[in-house]
């Protein structure tokens, strides 16, 4: 998708939308953050159209000073929910194409990442993966296993048990080393 089909497609929608649109999609990232960090990753997606429906209902009733009018005229509703659900998507894509610096990641944080990716929740992997990069480099007793063993405690779910955490500092320890003799 280029530029121009990005700027179209927000054209299509009014401004009304448009703001309801960067209000869903700030509340849904405020969601993932927060009480949603358990929940299924294919599940969130179908939570923008959700609350964009949500929120354009209740800008409706606001609007029309009658909350009948969504009961009336639902289609519309619904129709313009969605299309902000749908603008609040785009926006989270426009986000994460050209304002997110993926750049800023070091090779070492990036497969810290990728070990820890199935025992640390996804919205927490680079965060995890930086504090461990940097405890481990700052590290001048030689235990940076023990380090990062202590900080995935920290970010790990209650399934992963304590010996899978040690086996995993140990892992990143070696992969490191591998990493930096290359």
């Known amino acids: ?9 927000f054209t299509f929608y009014g401004i009304d ?9 700030f509340t849904v990232q405020v969601f993932k953050w927060t009480f949603l ?8 997606t179908f939570l923008p159209f959700f609350m964009g429906t949500f929120y354009y209902a209740t800008y409706s009733a ?21 299309s902000v659900g749908a603008a609040a ?8 194409q050209f304002v997110r610096d993926k750049d800023t990641v070091s090779p070492a944080t990036g497969v810290i990442a990728t070990l820890i990716d199935g025992y640390v929740p996804t919205e927490n992997v ?7 990069t940097e405890a481990i480099y700052r590290d001048v007793t030689g235990d940076g296993a023990a380090k990062a063993a202590e900080i995935l405690t920290k970010f790990c779910g209650e399934d992963v048990s304590e010996r899978d955490v ?7 320890i070696e992969t490191l080393a591998h990493l930096n003799t290359q």
Not at 1 to 9: A, N
Not at 37 to 44: F, G, T, V, Y
């Open 126 to 132: 680079e965060r995890a993966a930086g504090l461990i």
């Open 17 to 25: 939308v448009i703001l309801l649109a960067a209000l869903t999609a």
């Open 62 to 82: 606001i609007t029309h000073m009658d909350f009948f009018y969504i009961i009336r005229e639902y289609t519309e509703v619904l129709e313009h929910g969605v």
């Open 166 to 172: 040690k086996l995993l500092s140990k892992l990143i």
């Open 1 to 9: 998708m280029t530029i121009f089909e990005i700027i179209d497609s």
């Open 37 to 44: 960090k358990r929940i299924k990753r294919k599940l969130l």
């Open 89 to 96: 998507t785009l926006l989270y894509v426009m986000y994460e």
